[in-house]
């Protein structure tokens, strides 16, 4: 019997230790002020002081409601759109340009003609969240409905199954690992949509608090947002991945009863 090899626990703490006795280290032999470059415990005080005022937890929160509305808004459009892509190639063809065209204007360009048109506030942001995460969902959902094989719609169609049945029975689980390959991908990405949007114009959020420790040439401050970012982030990686794990092995068991 094959044994799993996990990784010792003990790697993840090692390596930040690492990573912070470097950063301790060129910070004392570099001499640099803590505008350039702050050392670790000033980072962890400014953490702290953000932390028992409440406000990182404020703009944290903001964030966070960008993000989860955008990415639900981008995967919901890009999932429907994608199935029917992925059942009319004729409409996939007409449509392709505009969305390959889309792809090619930055979205930091987008972002400013959506707060004129949808002003300043909470749905600006999430729009622009759905834009950055709707792209390669939309891909992977075309590729993932594409990737059922036709003896199993044969299969499907000779049980005289109903289309409901053939979409939950066999479609949507023979789809699923591709297309939370791409939710994953959407997710880390609706991150990047949220910031963009409060960069552009917003009175809160971690974006927010990036511009203004920029402005502040508050360098600590700047380090604290973008540790925030990167915890949101793999916080939000991390659930697609664990749902990942419990629906694909669900869909695996219906495709095989289904076939």
Known sequence: MRRQHHDPFWLVPVALGAFLALWQGVVSIGGY????LPSPATVVHRLIDLLVDGSLWHHTATTLQEVVGGLALGTTTAVLLGYVLAHFPLAERLLAPYLVAS????VVAIAPLLVIWFGTGLLSKVLVCALIVFFPILVNTIVGVRSVGQDLRDLMRMLEATRWQTIRLLEI???LPVLLGGLKVGATL???GAVVGEFVASDRGLGYLLKQGQQLYDTALVFVGIGALVVMAQMLYGGVALVEKMVV???TCDVRRAT
């Open 33 to 36: 002020p803590p505008f350039i």
């Open 103 to 106: 792809q090619a204007v930055p």
């Open 173 to 175: 689980p023979a789809a």
């Open 190 to 192: 609706s991150v990047i």
């Open 249 to 251: 092995r669900r869909a």
